[in-house]
């Protein structure tokens, strides 16, 4: 004997608006209370009054080539005499660039031997060649 009779058996529709404001709650919530980076790690360095950029010697640019080696006023040499020139001259903020096929591997190496002698490097992409 059945006290309560049986449902019918029809779907019963799920309602999407209430689960789609709990998501974005839950959105909103983990956006406000995380952080992405710590904030020691936001330090910017805007050190431009020394500088203008309308006076003043323009920065020495260097290209990368292909076999690794480092071009500066015309002539080509290996990375440790560029830096002894660069020292011997009193230079210690440079442009680096690469020609079009040179590896990422030899651009690193230089990036990285500059920036180990403290001298600062600012670096930029090739320009593509157009056929």
């Keep these: 004997m059945q006290l309560v009779e049986p449902r019918p058996s029809r779907p019963i529709p799920i309602r999407i608006t209430p689960l789609i404001d709990v998501v974005f709650i ?51 040499m290996a990375l440790d005499q560029l830096v002894s020139k660069l020292r011997d001259a009193g230079i210690t903020e440079v442009n680096l ?7 990422l591997g ?18 930029k992409r090739a320009k593509p060649q157009t056929p």
């Design 26 to 76: 839950l959105l909103v919530f983990f956006m406000l209370t995380t952080r992405l980076l710590p904030v020691d790690y936001l330090e910017l360095a805007n050190n431009t009054s020394s500088r203008s950029p309308v006076t003043g010697e323009p920065l020495p640019e260097l290209t990368v080539t292909a076999d690794g080696k480092v071009q500066w006023q015309g002539q080509s």
């Design 97 to 103: 660039a690469t020609t079009g096929d040179t590896p």
């Design 106 to 123: 030899a651009f690193t190496r230089v990036l990285s031997g500059l920036t180990e002698q403290n001298i600062d490097t600012h670096w």
